[in-house]
Each structure stands twice: as C-alpha cells, then as structure tokens.
C-alpha cells in the first residue's frame, strides 16, 4: 500500500526554521515530481514547492527565498526546509507524489508559527 508520510511540523517562533521530511512508500520513487502543499484554516490548499524527477525546483512566490525543497532518492524522502518563518505560514502541510497515471496524498503535518 502506496503511503506518503510526513513529519516536522511544530510550533516555532516568528523567524525561526523548521525542516519537514515526507517519507514515501512508492516504488520507482524517483521518477515522481513531488510537491509541497498547505492549507490554512478556511482557505484552499495552495501550492508551496516542486522538485522534479531531474532535481528542477520551483516555489510559489510567497515562500521563494526562504523555502527549499530537496530529496533524497535513495530514502525515499522528500524534505522541505522552511526557514524565517512568519506566521502567515501556519497551515498543515501536505507531501504530493505524482508520476503518469499515478497520484498521491499524504495526510499532513501541522506547522504553526507564533509567539
């Protein structure tokens, strides 16, 4: 059974890093393009971040510049660092695997930024 993972999320102050990791139980995993997702309470998931089968990244333009997406193939893994945190970016935070006719979900982790 296909399953996507994720840990790290946590309450941290404004300004401070945190790095999620999304575990992935797929087989072939490095042909899937992997992304990053968050959804805020009373708001759509939007997308936060993309790493291709080839290591291209792209990120929405609210987390580029603090935000790095990587993975690592031989772990099955892919990690989102998520640094100079502001509290906007509180939401849970969904890993997504995609690779032709194939798609997944995790079920979230939580990140919520306060003082």
């Known amino acids: 059974q296909v399953q996507l993972v994720e840990s790290g999320g946590d309450l941290v102050q404004p ?17 899937y393009t992997m992304h990053w997702f968050r959804q805020a309470p009373g708001k759509q998931r939007e997308f936060i971040a993309q790493i291709t089968s080839g290591g291209n990244t792209a990120y929405a333009d609210s987390v580029k510049g603090r935000f790095t997406i990587s993975r690592d193939n031989a772990k099955n893994t892919v990690y989102l660092q998520m640094n100079s945190l502001k509290p906007e970016d509180t939401a849970a935070y969904y890993c997504h695997a995609i690779a032709p006719g ?13 003082s």
């Open 15 to 31: 300004g401070g890093s945190l790095r999620l990791s999304c575990a992935a139980s797929i087989s072939s995993f490095r042909i």
């Open 102 to 114: 194939y798609e997944y979900w995790g079920q979230g982790t939580q990140v919520t930024v306060s």
